[in-house]
């Protein structure tokens, strides 16, 4: 596989398919709850993508990982259905239904055939509704917590991002791991769950996006079936959290023959006006795979590693500019001379008329292409409203990428691109780095 | 029996009314195959070239030879230089990869309908007129093996899948890390690769699959005017190492420091899709659905729920491949259980099947969720792609794809456990023991 990582990572503004772009209608149901809709009948089955904003900020000081834990529950018992029963369920309905909770969100995922819609949708419903949280499953799947947090701790991706936002952000929500620590789960009670659960399946912090073989018609009601009697919940603090300017390079001494690098500062919230403008400069940069700055230095011209990138990370309080890189431990200080030297490259030079066009033909182009199914565009559906983004931004996307300068970029680049606020936290057994802080 | 058919009447029957794919096929005077996948939903396109040449077909001593040729292939033609494909493919707003595989290695791009015939003039072009650069072959040589430290010498767990599969196979060259072994992948040069880029790539060696937002008549016509003009060449046999028959079971303990959840497998070797005596294949895909095909399966219920002795429990077949198949069960001890305790559960579990057998309404129930698998993977252009791909170079015909469902549903529980009897037979297998240097200790107490 050539895949590069920075693929799956640059996915942050996200166009939806073109051939979709003329059919999102805004479904108000009977009791006015909002969905976006694409109707799409050539496959007999619905996408749903239901976003609640909040995630690991729900979790109560002290409970660290309580949403994580609880969004694992979910499935494990509803109504009058135990574990066993609600998967024999779904399994009946030939309905797939996930749950899972991160930084910011809470996001809930169902595909179902057209043939089972709405006993699929009252199965959704159960499950959001009356989740038991029996005891014993709660035991079960906090095992399966704690081991994946034994995981954790050897793998090298996961150390050294949690060391990175555990410095940049000490004392918040965002310095502690989404999972919580073995002490805060352990200490969870299943009446702290319960309490988590009712801040997070929220009506006020929900977006709905769905796709597929249905109408709005049909819709509608199936919505207020589904999520009508959920609680409006309580709004949450959203003011920013600045990260804190560490600097330097912070090795976690590990016993493997490549060092793993996260690197990265402050970056750009998705509101701020000149995200775009910083976006098509990140593609240029080390966003973009292959043709990026940094896969060419790195990669292309000294063969220094597989994987390097640089991704835009607007969070809900906090945003970063971050980029990781993988280098054999003689060789990954000179990976990290050659990135921050780009980083003050971009920053005092910016970007050339020719790589900008050539970031404009892709950005537009690949605009059709990030959708091929209906469960990713349901899935974009509900981003775009988590974002704040309105109904007809995909109209407009293009335009807004097209109306970049290669002056609006350099004027960007030199605020945002700090090469001597760069903290790197390094994994491995790396030789010949200096070490400072 | 009179309530379970009427069950199965109404479970199976709306699903097995869904319309399938509408798939077409053509072959030009050089050998190369085209299929059409028609996907109009958006007017994008994926175009695949799928050549019969995997790390199964290496010279001994020369493994990782196919997955490096793979990257050089982005290295530039005669006409298109280095670095030039990949521009070209993202000014027109594609996005690209290439992937390789024991018996095959792909090529392909997503990309706006329109720009295709430019996609199979680049590819066309690079199937038989690439060059490497001397700066190019070495600088992506260190890629592949940063690759390989990234994937697997920095992973326990991939490592130990790595000795896994090399304790599988006596002779056979599945055998071999597809990557490659370390010191041999730092070894291979840009001759190495050009020789093997000859031998296998041509017309007559690869398939072309394009899904997506067109007709089959205008791919074919595109197909003609760029793959068409290549000269057809002889081909190579695929000689490959014949297994013999397994008379030991093998087991293998691996020890790493940073394996924090121990890991017990077992995988014994298995029909492929094109080896299988009818039915064998279909039976060993119900097998590992009925064991360890999710929650309400035999060993998620009885290892992770009932005993509560394991983290995680599962089963899985692997069986679109050439020569051989795999049949694989797996499970994380948890708590106090040792990793010989959880063999030992997984074997009773496998007993009791094999005594008993599996019931209707296990069939059932594994039946109508892989028939739905198959309903929601056609959502995925680039998936349904790479099933035809995949398929189709390991050797078996688009009928064979499309009769997949039929003949899952007419397997009976008789096929399923003549396939686990003629399968799981320990001489056939490789037991794996993966832990961590402290959980020896809780072994021997």
């Given at each position: 596989m050539k895949t590069l990582l920075a693929l799956a990572l640059a996915l942050l503004i996200a166009p939806a398919a073109q051939a979709a772009e003329d059919r999102i209608q805004r479904v108000i149901s009977p009791g006015g709850i909002e969905a976006w809709l694409v109707e799409e009948p050539a496959i007999p089955m619905v996408a749903v993508e239901v976003i609640f904003s909040g995630g690991a900020r729900?979790?109560?000081?002290?409970?660290?990982g309580a949403a994580y834990l609880a969004s694992g529950l979910i499935?494990?018992?509803?109504g009058d259905m135990d574990s066993q029963g609600f998967a024999l369920r779904k399994e009946d309905l030939s309905a797939r239904i996930s749950f899972s909770s991160g930084r910011d969100e809470f996001t809930v995922g169902m595909r179902a055939l057209s043939a089972n819609l709405e006993e699929s949708f009252e199965l959704l419903h159960i499950a959001l509704t009356e989740p038991t949280f029996e005891q014993r499953q709660i035991d079960r799947v906090r095992d399966q917590v704690l081991s994946g947090m034994k995981s954790d701790l050897v793998d090298p991706n996961t150390q050294a991002a949690t060391e990175w936002f555990a410095q940049a952000f000490?004392?918040?929500?965002?310095?502690?791991?989404?999972?919580?620590?073995p002490e805060t789960i352990n200490a969870l009670t299943r009446a702290d769950l319960l309490d988590t659960y009712g801040r997070m399946?929220?009506?006020?912090r929900m977006k709905i996006g769905v796709v597929g073989d249905i109408d709005a018609a049909t819709l509608g009601p199936l919505l207020d079936a589904t999520f009508g009697d959920l609680p409006e919940g309580e709004a949450l603090d959203t003011s920013p959290i600045d990260p804190v300017t560490v600097s330097g390079v912070h090795v976690i001494e590990a016993d493997i023959p490549q060092s793993t690098a996260i690197f990265g500062h402050r970056g750009m919230m998705r509101?701020?006006?000149?995200f775009i403008p910083a976006f098509v400069m990140n593609h240029i940069f080390g966003?973009?795979?292959?043709?990026?700055r940094l896969t060419t230095e790195v990669?292309?011209?000294?063969?220094?590693?597989y994987s390097v990138y640089s991704y835009l990370a607007p969070y809900e309080r906090a945003a970063l500019y971050m980029g990781g890189v993988a280098t054999a431990n003689e060789r990954v200080a000179e990976s990290l001379d050659l990135i921050r030297a780009e980083w003050r490259r971009m920053a005092e030079q910016g970007v050339t008329e020719a790589e900008l066009e050539a970031a404009k033909k892709y950005l537009t182009g690949a605009?059709?292409?990030?959708?091929?199914?209906n469960a990713k565009i349901a899935g974009y559906l509900a981003g775009l409203q988590a974002s704040g983004l309105g109904i007809d931004y995909i109209d407009t996307r293009n335009d807004l990428v097209n109306a970049v300068t290669v002056e609006d970029i350099n004027r960007v680049a030199g605020e945002l691109l700090k090469p001597d606020e760069l903290f790197i936290v390094v994994v491995g057994d790396p030789e010949g780095l200096d070490e400072s802080n | 029996m009179r309530r379970f058919l009427a069950f199965l009447t109404v479970v199976l029957a709306p699903q097995s009314a869904l319309a399938e794919p509408v798939v077409t096929s053509f072959e030009l005077e050089n050998g190369m195959r085209g299929v059409v996948i028609e996907d109009h939903r958006a007017p994008v396109v994926t175009h695949m070239v799928w050549y019969?040449?995997?790390?199964?077909?290496e010279t001994p001593g020369k493994t990782g030879i196919a997955h490096y040729l793979e990257h050089l292939?982005?290295?530039?033609?005669d006409t298109i230089p280095s670095g030039r494909f990949s521009e070209i493919v993202a000014e027109n707003g594609g996005q690209e990869n290439a992937f390789t595989s024991r018996d095959y290695t792909g090529y392909f791009q997503n990309i706006a309908a329109d720009r295709l015939g430019l996609m199979m003039e680049m590819e066309a072009d690079r199937m038989r007129n690439l060059t490497i650069g001397d700066d190019d072959w070495q600088a992506e040589r260190d890629v592949v093996s940063e690759e390989r430290r990234m994937r697997t010498d920095n992973r326990p767990s991939a490592k130990f899948r790595e000795q896994f599969s090399a304790a599988l196979?006596?002779?056979?060259?599945?055998?071999?890390?597809v990557i490659g072994w370390k010191s041999e992948v730092e070894a291979l040069t840009k001759e190495d690769a050009l020789e093997f880029y000859k031998r296998f790539y041509a017309p007559g060696n690869a398939i072309l699959v394009v899904a997506g937002d067109v007709t089959p008549d205008e791919v074919e016509r595109l197909a003609r005017e760029t793959y068409g003009k290549i000269a057809a060449v002889d081909l190579p046999e695929h000689t490959r190492s014949v297994e013999p028959p397994h008379l030991a079971e093998r087991r293998i303990e691996m020890v790493d420091r940073r394996v924090a959840q121990p890991q017990f497998m077992r995988g014994y070797l298995a029909p492929s899709y094109v080896t299988a005596e009818p039915g064998e294949a279909e039976g060993l895909v119900l097998l590992a659905d009925i064991l360890?095909?999710?929650?309400?399966r035999r060993m998620q219920r009885i290892m992770?729920?009932?005993?509560?002795?394991?983290i995680y429990a599962g089963a899985y077949y692997?069986?679109?491949?050439r020569d051989h198949g795999e049949f694989v069960i797996y499970a994380g001890p948890k708590g106090d259980a040792t990793l010989a305790q959880v063999e030992g559960a997984m074997d009773w579990i496998l007993e009791d099947l094999l005594a008993h057998g599996v019931t209707e309404e296990e069939l059932a129930r594994s039946k109508k969720s892989l028939i739905a698998d198959e309903i929601y993977s056609q959502d995925s252009q680039r998936s349904l792609a790479r099933q035809y791909g995949a398929a189709l170079t390991v050797g078996l015909t688009i009928e064979d794809i499309q009769s997949w469902r039929s003949r899952v549903e007419a397997t009976t529980a008789d096929d399923v456990l003549n396939a686990a009897r003629k399968v799981?037979?320990?001489?056939n297998s490789v037991t794996g023991f993966l832990r961590g240097p402290d959980a020896g200790k809780e072994a021997t107490q």
């Open positions: 729900v979790d109560a000081e002290g409970q660290d499935e494990e018992g509803a000490p004392g918040t929500s965002y310095g502690r791991p989404t999972k919580g620590t399946a929220v009506t006020s509101d701020d006006p000149d966003g973009g795979g292959f043709g990026s990669r292309e011209k000294n063969g220094l590693a605009f059709a292409l990030r959708f091929d199914s | 019969q040449v995997g790390s199964a077909d292939l982005f290295k530039g033609t196979y006596l002779s056979h060259p599945y055998g071999k890390p360890g095909g999710g929650t309400t992770t729920q009932d005993t509560d002795m394991a692997s069986g679109m491949a799981l037979d320990r001489r």
